[in-house]
């Protein structure tokens, strides 16, 4: 039988608020246990929650940049559930109301361009955390993460494939940095992905039963998660068996899920509206301000850049990646004023292999756009060779000065003078007369002899275009 795959993702982004969304605990991470949480978050009885402001901000952020519709009147509900890093016995969510709805977002596959929905976007706490390190038999509660303010970006279950989703999850990944309303770092929880799975008969309509894998915290294993989901549900039902409507993990180790528990349903967790808490209503004068204040988003500066300075779209793809790497790409190009092509070379080439080799983000790399650009100014006007500049870079990257300065003191300087090269061209013919009358002959391949003798003659300092036109013209004399 031909089957297909049914991908919706949930994915929690934690907002980049210096407190939590109902308390003014402070949301650092990496503290010492329960030393950033508060009476608030431990539910002490007495305490009431205040929404946090800069928190609905994030969220109306997120939804402008979506095509969602921004709703100015939104709920807050209770999710009762019974964890034991949950103080209150239930979390403090938006179930029907939720502040935004109806999104969307352009993916790039194999067969080109497709649109996911966002089905919505809502506000809601995270849990504490449960630790197991304190010994056999002993739990340990960690109330740091209790509070801590989440968007809750809900697809549709559009995605065929884990392929799809991957791009779907980096295309979102890269929006919540551009808007600055997460960090995206996925080692530390701030980023993580729920995927719900399916498989049913090409062709079919209803959908199947649906497996959730939980909290998976990086782009390759959501994938090898996914993949392997596919084919157990698929195994399964080709046996004679029936898929299972639950909560499953992904062991990276043995590369399998396994299920966790049964899958509840909406109404398992008796939502009804928070009574601390009054309605969200946003004003109009509130969304204007928010709408004010956009960033250039990944997919109009992808654009740009193809325009204005006449990348590749792949090149465009790779340099708005993030806007740190655009910014980065942008201040060396100003700085240089040379061919931006030449700028993207070397910021996706040279400088992206030091940083990924040193294991730096943008933000830490050891040469500034405004040194890169004194660098790429020296290729342009034939003071140094491509060859020569990559020593040039690396001398650079090891703080030994600028271009300049690292061209003086390593004598990298390319020889460019007519006069001098065809003075070494000459000298070079006179000694190898065989190899210029094969040439004159007609065996074009020595050519490439006279250029390696001359190349060597002038200790790798001549101009290689100045070289060849210079061998051509003087050749057929």
């Known amino acids: 039988m031909d089957w297909e795959t049914v991908i919706g993702l949930e994915v929690h982004a934690q907002l980049k ?21 508060n009476v608030v978050d431990a539910a002490l009885p007495g305490t009431l929650p205040v929404l946090n402001r800069e928190a ?37 969510s938006q179930y029907e109301h939720p502040i935004v709805e109806h999104g969307r977002l352009t993916i790039v596959t194999d067969q080109g361009e497709k649109v996911i ?19 056999e038999g002993v739990t340990g509660i960690d109330l740091n993460r209790a509070g801590t303010p989440l968007l809750e970006i809900v697809s549709e279950p559009d995605m065929r494939s884990a392929a799809e989703a991957v791009a779907y999850l980096k295309v979102l ?17 701030s980023f993580r992905c729920d995927a719900n799975v399916s498989v049913r008969p090409r062709g079919a309509t209803r959908l199947g039963t649906r497996a959730e894998l939980k909290n998976i915290n990086s782009f390759r294993f959501v994938e090898r998660a996914i993949e392997y989901e596919v084919r157990r549900q698929i195994a399964l039902i080709s046996g004679g068996g029936t898929v299972r409507q639950e909560t499953r993990l992904y062991d990276s180790v043995r590369d399998e899920t396994r299920s966790m528990r049964g899958k509840e ?47 590749s779209t792949y090149d465009a793809g790779v340099l708005t990646a993030s806007r740190e790497l655009a910014r980065y790409y ?18 996706t080439g040279e400088l992206a292999a030091r940083l990924n080799e040193a294991g730096l ?27 020569a500049a990559k020593d040039v870079f690396e001398a650079m990257w090891a703080g030994a ?77």
């Open 330 to 347: 942008e201040d060396t190009v100003q700085a240089a004023g040379v061919d931006p092509k030449l700028a993207a070379n070397w910021v």
């Open 17 to 37: 608020t210096r407190s939590k969304i109902f308390s003014g605990a402070p949301t650092a991470y990496g503290a010492p246990p329960n030393t950033q949480a």
């Open 117 to 135: 929905g966002i089905t919505r976007a809502h506000l809601e706490e995270d849990a504490g955390k449960s630790l197991h390190e304190e010994g």
């Open 401 to 477: 000065g600028d271009a300049d300065t690292v061209i003086a003191a390593k004598g990298l300087r390319q020889v460019s003078d007519d006069g001098a090269i065809e003075e070494i061209v000459r000298q070079v013919m006179a000694a190898n007369p065989k190899q210029r009358s094969q040439y004159q002959a007609g065996e074009e391949k020595v050519f490439t002899f006279f250029v390696g003798q001359v190349m060597k003659a002038s200790r790798g300092k001549a101009n290689p275009a100045k070289v060849n036109d210079i061998l051509k013209r003087l050749l057929r004399d």
């Open 173 to 189: 990944h890269t929006l919540v940095r551009y808007l600055d309303i997460c960090d995206g770092n996925m080692q530390e929880g």
């Open 56 to 92: 609905v901000r994030m969220a109306a952020r997120f939804g402008l940049a979506v095509g969602a519709t921004v709703h100015k009147r939104s709920v807050f509900a209770r999710k009762n559930y019974f964890y034991p890093d949950l103080p209150k016995g239930y979390q403090i």
């Open 265 to 311: 349903e909406a109404n398992d967790y008796r939502y009804f509206p928070d009574p601390d808490l009054p309605a969200l209503v946003i004003s109009a004068a509130f969304l204007d301000e928010v709408r004010a204040e956009m960033p250039e988003l990944p997919e109009a500066k992808r654009r740009r850049f193809g325009e204005e300075y006449g990348l």
């Open 361 to 387: 983000e943008i933000n830490a790399a050891r040469v500034s756009p405004v040194a890169l650009a004194g660098l790429l100014r020296r290729i342009a006007d034939g003071t140094v060779s491509g060859k």
